[in-house]
């Protein structure tokens, strides 16, 4: 279990501190109680079920979207008719952000070797 700590603010002129309350508790109360907040019950939600991922790409020369709104297997397919992966940019639908979020390096390069 994790130890509670208060803050202590009977020191003199160097502001308060935060202490274990075992160590204010034994030091003997001068008139002075202490309060502990409550702890928090932590509601932990189970994450939103994630849909099929959608991909968009778009040839880098002419800036033509060669595909929009595809699942994997067809950007995959796609992909295979592409001379080189600098010639695209793969982009996959964020639903939280509602826009095309551009794939990293390292994301399309994964892509890349499922082609």
Not at 6 to 12: N, R
């Amino acid at each position: 279990m994790a130890k509670v700590w208060i803050l202590d603010h009977e020191t003199k002129g160097t502001g308060a501190q935060m202490v274990p309350i075992e160590k204010k508790g034994a030091g003997g109360d001068q008139g002075h109680s202490v309060i502990v907040a409550p702890e928090r019950k932590r509601v932990e939600k189970p994450p939103a079920p994630r849909g099929p991922r959608r991909f968009k790409v778009v040839d880098v020369m002419t800036r033509e979207v060669l595909a929009e709104g595809a699942n994997a297997q067809t950007t995959v397919e796609l992909l295979r008719g592409i001379r080189s992966m600098v010639d695209v940019s793969v982009y996959v639908w964020e639903e939280q952000a509602e826009k095309w979020q551009q794939l990293t390096q390292r994301e399309l390069r994964m892509l890349w070797d499922l082609r």
